[in-house]
């Protein structure tokens, strides 16, 4: 036994501490992958149990045309922001409200967004190449998320805005690479909101432990594209668990996607 491990033994056992102080206990392959998540903690027990959960696979037959659907209303200023390392994945994180998103008559005030590569959702099995979340949650606690896919190609323009800071959040992370953050001083989301005449609704899960469920997802139908050095960039600063850092798509269980298109 080597002594850094002995050692962290040693301390794990005089504190009592190593599962508790270390919130990203999870990872994206071997012993603590996606498989185990539902066992490593029994506040993760939705990632094994839950009947609702995030990602899946867009497929044509799961999809229904929902012609109630309304377009996605968004309202999105500015606000101070840091570029943060959750330790397995790079967020921007506001430091006030920031805006919202309304589906049916219910505000969901945006909280964060934070990136996945390759891609957590597909697209009749494929695999895209990144997968932006916004993170909106209501005064109820119930989360809205709103997910865009990237495909490889020309630079995202939002991402160019970000690329110094990600070069800095990368040399900060090496020092650890949990919490590290970057300011980016005043951000402005309305960059974010892009005209989407297509989005997929359903209700599943977060893609993270605790996979909490009844998470109302919008898919945007516009696939944007992100450059090789951009997500190159994103991985950069995260540990080598969790430069893959997309779960794998889980079953629909009789859940139906619902498609809104502005033509119909
Ligand atoms: C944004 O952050 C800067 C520096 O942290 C601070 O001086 C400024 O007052 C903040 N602006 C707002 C609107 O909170
Ligand atoms: C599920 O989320 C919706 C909002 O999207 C909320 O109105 C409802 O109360 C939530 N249900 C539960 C059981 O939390």
């Not at 149990?49 to 995030?54: E, I, L, M, R, T």
Request: with cysteine; hydrophobic share 35%; charged share 20%.
């Amino acid at each position: 036994m080597s002594m850094t491990i002995f050692f962290l033994i040693l301390s794990c056992a005089l504190l009592a501490l190593c599962t508790s102080a270390d919130p990203v206990n999870f990872g994206y392959y071997g012993a603590n992958g996606p498989n185990k998540w539902g066992s490593l903690s029994p506040s993760f027990s939705a990632c094994s149990k839950g009947k609702a959960q995030s990602p899946v696979d867009l497929r044509n037959e799961n999809i229904v045309y929902n012609k109630q659907l309304k377009p996605l209303e968004r309202h999105y200023h500015s606000a101070n922001a840091s570029l943060v390392n959750n330790g397995f994945n790079i967020g921007i994180h506001f430091d006030m409200k920031v805006g919202d998103l309304r589906i049916d008559g219910q505000k969901f005030y945006l909280k964060q967004m934070h990136w996945h590569s390759p891609s957590e959702h597909r697209v009749n099995g494929k695999k895209m190449d990144a997968e932006l979340h916004l993170v909106h949650q209501n005064e109820e606690g119930s989360f809205a998320v709103v997910g865009v896919l990237y495909k490889l190609g020309d630079s995202d323009p939002v991402i160019s805005k970000l690329e110094k800071k990600l070069v800095e959040l990368a040399k900060e992370s090496s020092a650890g690479y949990d919490g590290a953050h970057i300011d980016l001083g005043t951000f402005d989301v309305r960059h974010m909101k892009r005209r989407s005449r297509t989005y997929y609704r359903y209700v599943g899960s977060l893609t993270t432990p605790p996979c909490k469920e009844n998470v109302t997802w919008s898919i945007l139908g516009k696939v944007r594209s992100i450059s090789t050095e951009q997500i190159h960039l994103l991985k950069a600063p995260l540990s080598p668990q969790f430069k893959n850092n997309a779960r794998p798509v889980q079953p629909l269980d009789g859940r139906k996607i619902h498609k809104y298109s502005a033509q119909g």
